[in-house]
């Protein structure tokens, strides 16, 4: 052959390690693809990959930081006689043996006869060529590729530049899988943490309520309490009006202890549900005025649930209303209906009182203008409500406001 003519064959053997590097890396970048847990990586790496470059076996080792060791992870051929199974894992520390000493140094390495080299460590069985490559990402190495083969000399510098490559290829996707697990572990730890922190807050909210609840209890109980000694202070007394007083008073504290023992009562410790309190409030202003037994409460309430900002005030008006009307709108024995309702339209409330007694026009100015008429619109602007009366036949009330949302 004249002196500068090319080898053919070099060129040809050239063309097929190029082609055969390439399609190693096209194999590789199509295993890894689909791969997304470390584990997959690793597997998909020795068994579909590996095998593209012939080798006789493979094992991957992860360094593994509970334990300080690397750690056989996924193997191709002897090592891994069937499906994801590694036949007698072993562990080597760093700087242990060839792997060891190429996880230390960052530094991969071909070694052609193992029998020359006192770090090398029998695994299954004794091979006499080994090429190892760290698996590194951003400086950071997390483990070795290692292959050995039974023949010396076995391993070149195409392997080598074909191996690092590959060895890249998977540590960046063992940086990816790695990066993924880590947020799902603070998703699932935020998920926990929010949980946990939600189950004490839920916690904190029902020991708040049993709470609240008994205080209404307590409050309730302080309340009967003093309904009672005004009851004793009514037997005792010989005046008259005296008596009337005590009572409209001890009707004005038994409205709010109504309101307390239903909250007691409430799942929800801060709304009652109006038609039940209305309808235990009238019916218990009724039976407080004995002599008047030929009266009927209709109702005609809907079940809204109030915030006692504005339950508390609405009974104690309800209760002045029907007082009065007990107590001026009809005569001794006679008979007489006193009507109430309550709605919503859209926010505002509309609460209406009506009887079919006498009305104003036949009672004294005092009546009209006596303290209970006067607590009526102190506590309608409590409220921020309007109030409209009329007396013709009977006397009809209507209070329309519109609660704060809370």
Known sequence: MPEGTPDKNSEL???????????VINTFAT????AQSIHEIVWAAAKLAIAKLNYYDCVIYLFDKECGKLIQSAA?????????????????APGEGIVGKVFSSGIGEIVNDTTKDPRYIIDDEQRFSEITVPL??????????DSEHPDKNFFNEQDFKMLTTVAAMVSTKLAQAKANQELLNYQENLEELINEKTLELKQQNQEKEILIKEIHHRVKNNMQIMISLLNLQINTSDSPDEQKKLREFQDRIRSM???HERLYLEDDISHITMDEYITQLSNSLLASFQSNNNIQIETEIEAIRMHIDYAIPLGLIINEMITNSLKHAFHFGEEGTISLSL?????QIVFRMSDNGAGFKNNSDESKSSFGTDLIEVLVNQIGGKLTLKSDKGVAYEITFTPEQS
């Not at 590194?136 to 590729?145: A, C, D, L, N, T």
């Open 76 to 92: 191709y051929g002897p090592k891994n006689p069937q499906d994801e199974f590694i036949k007698e894992p072993i562990k080597i």
């Open 257 to 259: 202890a109504i309101i």
């Open 13 to 23: 053997e050239a063309l097929k390690l190029k082609e055969k590097y390439l399609e």
């Open 343 to 347: 709605s919503q339209i859209d926010e």
């Open 136 to 145: 590194s990402y951003k400086g950071e190495i997390v483990g070795v590729i």
């Open 31 to 34: 295993v890894l693809f689909d």
